[in-house]
């Protein structure tokens, strides 16, 4: 069965720190993608990958980086945390076979707070 | 451009009573449609999934959903809700020409006992 996982599973940051959110998958998909989730607007999608070495810039990636070291770990880093960027984020990975068919498997969400 | 609407935000019902949650779409090209559900505390978990073929498609505990072309929709539907059905449902939209994946904002399920 698809497994991702991420840590930490909570986190307090204090603004104008550093903040990494790391992702681990273990179905050997090639896409990778970091969503946040905040009330009132669903999912929006911040960076996402194709592969190993490959980053893209989703819809709101202001104030966010993304690494994407080898097929199985993508982080999200945030340089400068802001109290704004406190939300909840999510890792998904997905299959490209034959053209990406948009199904994504979920990690089970890091929670973090910016004070 | 691509956007998937989920017009009920909260919907509540009691045990045993048949449910429907709303998803209208917006795509010009063939759509890939599914609906997630969100348990507290949990990540996004796929329900089911339509491409291409019959328009009614069967998901997991129950769950059904039937894509309409001409309505632009794509409603998931159950006979009889439990109590453990209480969670988030997202309808996802994925744009085959646009590669875009689009998350609706989702509607939050509370089942009554």
């Known amino acids: 069965e698809a497994a991702v996982t991420q840590s930490p599973r909570n986190k307090v940051a204090v603004t104008g720190g550093k903040v990494t959110l790391s992702c681990n998958q273990t179905n050997n998909h090639n896409n990778m993608y970091w969503y946040r989730q905040d009330t009132g607007h669903g999912l929006r999608l911040i960076h996402y990958s194709y592969g190993a070495g490959s980053t893209e810039k989703g819809d709101i990636p202001d104030g966010y980086k993304a690494s994407r070291p080898s097929q199985e770990n993508f982080s999200l880093i945030l340089e400068l945390a802001t109290p704004s960027q406190t939300s909840v984020y999510f890792c998904?990975?997905?299959?490209?076979?034959?053209?990406?068919?948009?199904?994504?498997?979920f990690g089970e969400g890091s929670k973090l707070t910016v004070l | 451009a691509q956007s998937v609407t989920q017009p009920d935000a909260r919907v509540t019902v009691s045990e045993g009573a048949s449910l429907q949650l709303r998803c209208k779409y917006s795509?010009?090209?063939?759509?890939?449609l599914f609906w997630y559900v969100q348990y507290p505390r949990q990540g996004l978990q796929l329900l089911l999934k339509y491409y291409s073929g019959d328009p009614v498609v069967q998901g997991v505990n129950g769950f059904e959903a039937e894509f309409s072309k001409s309505n632009s929709s794509f409603h998931l539907r159950k006979a009889s809700v439990h109590w453990s059905d209480s969670a988030v449902y997202f309808c996802v939209l994925w744009g085959t020409n646009t590669g875009k994946l689009t998350f609706g904002d989702g509607t939050v399920l509370t089942v009554k006992p």
């Open positions: 998904a990975s997905g299959v490209r076979v034959g053209g990406d068919t948009g199904q994504l498997y």
């Open positions: 795509y010009s090209g063939t759509p890939y």
